[in-house]
């Protein structure tokens, strides 16, 4: 098999991923739960194009952030319900709204990003309840509902998705958009060496001790922490993105043959040699990834 050829960029920010050893300050990071003072980093603010061709609607539930982005051309009566990354103890980032700001600027859908609580402060079940009822809150309109989230918020779009399922008062989502999920948390789930070599963001061992925070207790087999494991038949049509240098990856692919036994329909995207959440990233295979996120939402 030929070996896929990287851009200039991303094998520029493969370099400073290795150089900054960003997959030890990961795990240094999720260390900083045991003192209870995980790091937060400084939420990203909402770019400033979106502000000048959209209005931002800025509010809270339950302390916690969420910000619809209605286009000043808004186009059909789609809604996206995003739910951001950062294995469940980091805030949104630029690269959460350089994807956005991608998808509102070429469809012209609506946009709310909900914050869920963030561990170690919070857990699961308290996250589960904030983002319930800001989804009612934002969801009151008569709107098509699209639900997206990238790495641990793709895991939590999976699961609330599952959630979705057992409240029938609340709409049903009509697309779901995962970019690299964390779709197993059980601490047995370890990765291949291979893949652990080969992925400079994430660790094994940082995943371990950031979902014992997030699941405080419960068992990380239970589908709302591990939601490959719910019910799949009921889910609607699926698109997954994955990149083959991530912890990850093997997750997807058994995930993807579930999916194919369940009869879901899904389109299941393998970005090859790039890392965890590409599509995010402002590279020459990220925004290929982006392009295909917005096809896949907008038809």
């Known amino acids: 098999m030929t070996q896929v050829r990287l851009s200039f960029f991303s094998n520029t920010i493969h370099f400073f991923l290795k150089l900054l050893n960003v997959k030890s300050f990961m795990y240094r990071w999720a260390k900083s739960f045991e003192t209870g003072k995980g790091r937060k980093l400084k939420v990203a603010n909402v770019p400033g194009w979106i502000r000048r061709n959209a209005d931002v609607i800025e509010g809270k539930v339950q302390g916690r952030n969420v910000i619809t982005i209605v286009p000043k051309k808004r186009k059909g009566n789609i809604h996206i319900i995003n739910f951001p990354g950062g294995a469940y103890g980091l805030e949104a980032n630029s690269l959460n709204w350089y ?58 779009s999976l699961a609330f998705t599952h959630l979705l399922n057992e409240n029938p008062n609340l709409k049903f989502p009509t697309k779901l958009v995962l970019i690299s999920p964390w779709l197993d948390m059980t601490d047995t789930n370890r990765p291949s060496d291979e893949l652990e070599s080969r992925d400079l963001i994430l660790s094994h061992k940082a995943a371990v001790i950031a979902s014992s925070y997030w699941a405080k207790g419960t068992e990380k087999s239970h589908y709302l922490l591990s939601p490959k494991n719910g019910n799949l038949s009921k889910l609607p049509k699926v698109g997954l993105w994955m990149g083959t240098h991530e912890i990850f990856y093997d997750d997807a692919i058994e995930f993807d043959k579930n999916l194919s036994r369940a009869n879901i329909p899904h389109q299941f995207i393998i970005g090859q040699r790039l890392q965890h959440v590409y599509p995010m990233w402002p590279t020459k295979e990220g925004r290929k990834g982006a392009s295909e996120i917005i096809h896949f939402l907008s038809n």
């Not at 859908?109 to 079940?125: D, G, R, T, V």
């Not at 309840?129 to 793709?154: F, H, N, Q, R, T």
């Open 99 to 156: 994807l956005n700001k991608q998808i509102v600027q070429q469809t012209g859908f609506k946009l709310s990003m909900i914050q869920y609580p963030l561990a170690p402060e919070s857990y699961y079940k308290e996250a589960f309840d904030m983002a319930l009822e800001a989804y009612e809150l934002v969801c009151k309109e008569d709107e098509e509902i699209y639900i997206m989230g990238d790495s641990a918020g793709g895991g939590f």
